[in-house]
Structure formats: C-alpha cells, structure tokens
T-cell receptor
Framework: AQSVTQLDSQVPVFEEAPVELRCNYS??????LFWYVQYPNQGLQLLLK??????LVKGINGFEAEFNKSQTSFHLRKPSVHISDTAEYFC?????????????FGAGTRLAVHP | DVKVTQSSRYLVKRTGEKVFLECVQD?????MFWYRQDPGLGLRLIYF???????EKGDIPEGYSVSREKKERFSLILESASTNQTSMYLC??????????FGPGTRLTVT
C-alpha cells in the first residue's frame, strides 16, 4: 500500500513566483515526516523534517512545510523561487509502528523554475 | 558532517555477472539502508540493517542480498545481474529515526 503520495509529478514555475509541492500520507500511527531535495547528478539532501512540536517547520534555502494531521498532509512551500531551486523533491515518512522504522518515499516532484 | 560514501558513481556490468555495491559511513550509525531510485517510482527500499550481521528485507528484495560484517560497511549484492536491475542505487545511514544521510549514488547499467 502506498503510504506517501506526491500529487504532482512535475511543477513548472517562473522565477520569483511562489510554489507549493503537495504531499499526502496514509497512516493509522504516528509519523515523522521529511522533505528531501535532489539536484541534478547529486545525492539526496535533507530540506526539513517534522518530528514533533510546532506544525510549521522551516528548512534550508527558504523552504517551509506544514504538518496537517487532520488532512494527513505535509506540503512544501517557498514564497519566491530561484532558478537554482530546479531539482527533484521527495516527500518521505517514517511510520512509528513499533517495529523497525523505515523511511518510505513518495514518487517525487520535479520542480522546474523558468526565467 | 556525516559522510556516506559509495564505492562507484557509475558501473556497467553484463547480464549474469555478480555485482557488489559497497557503502561506508563514518558516524557510527546503527542503521543502514539500500534503496533503488527509478523515474516515476521514487526511492524503494531493498534491504536494511539495524546492527552488524543483522538484515531485514525491504519492499523489493528479490534478486538482491546484503552483507554487514562491520558497523560502518553495508554491501549490496546482485547475485546474477539482470537488465531490470539497471537503476540508481542509493545507500543511507541513520541514527535512530532522527536523520537519514544518503550517499551520492551508484548508477548501475546492466547490458
């Protein structure tokens, strides 16, 4: 069963425009939530994570995400994007089920920032 | 900074060959993972290990095996490589669940 759904496979946007990358998860247990970024020909880099506490999480490079438990969402936002934000973004979740905790990924969203 | 290194960035192998992908982490992390990344599918977990000599199957273990003889090293083995194993392979390590650190990846092509 798919635990993480990224609703958009590709998001084109103009430079300096705001962007939202959507992520929904399915779980009956508590979760930890993550966003990773992969720049072309590079490995994965952690953008931000939600473990507990404030539902608004700020990450690197001006990104932030909000954990919404009722809607089981963890959307990523940036108020003004740059060309350098062009990359693939992955939402991921750890289901705190009491067993061995694994990081489960969504299919990814390719963000393309145009001048 | 945590460093996760993988033995090769690019690898080309023939069908039927035995392939070893090596991963080393330098932060004494207890957990290590192997994922494969394919377009439109994201990252899928192949195997993981939570301690030396311990291993657990992930979501797609068929055709793969792993070895963890030392805490810092986690090897992925393709017993008999096939063309459908052409992919990007990513290794990761973690300390508890607080952060997963990824290596740069190995792009494997099986011809």
């Amino acid at each position: 069963a798919q635990s993480v759904t990224q609703l958009d496979s590709q998001v084109p946007v103009f430079e300096e425009a705001p962007v939202e990358l959507r992520c929904n998860y399915s779980s009956s247990v508590s979760v930890y939530l993550f966003w990773y970024v992969q720049y072309p020909n590079q490995g994965l880099q952690l953008l931000l994570k939600y473990l507990s506490g404030s539902t608004l999480v700020k990450g690197i490079n001006g990104f932030e995400a909000e954990f919404n438990k009722s809607q089981t969402s963890f959307h990523l936002r940036k108020p003004s994007v740059h060309i350098s934000d062009t990359a693939e973004y992955f939402c991921a979740v750890i289901l705190l089920s009491g067993g061995y905790n694994k990081l489960i990924f969504g299919a990814g969203t390719r963000l393309a920032v145009h001048p | 900074d945590v460093k996760v290194t993988q033995s090769s960035r690019y690898l080309v192998k023939r069908t039927g060959e035995k392939v070893f992908l090596e991963c080393v982490q330098d932060m004494d992390h207890e957990n290590m993972f192997w994922y494969r990344q394919d377009p439109g599918l994201g990252l899928r977990l192949i195997y993981f290990s939570y301690d030396v000599k311990m291993k657990e199957k992930g979501d797609i273990p068929e055709g793969y095996s792993v070895s963890r003889e030392k805490k810092e090293r986690f090897s992925l083995i393709l017993e008999s490589a096939s063309t459908n194993q052409t992919s990007m392979y990513l290794c990761a390590s973690s300390f508890r669940d607080r952060g997963f650190y990824f290596g740069p990846g190995t792009r494997l092509t099986v011809t």
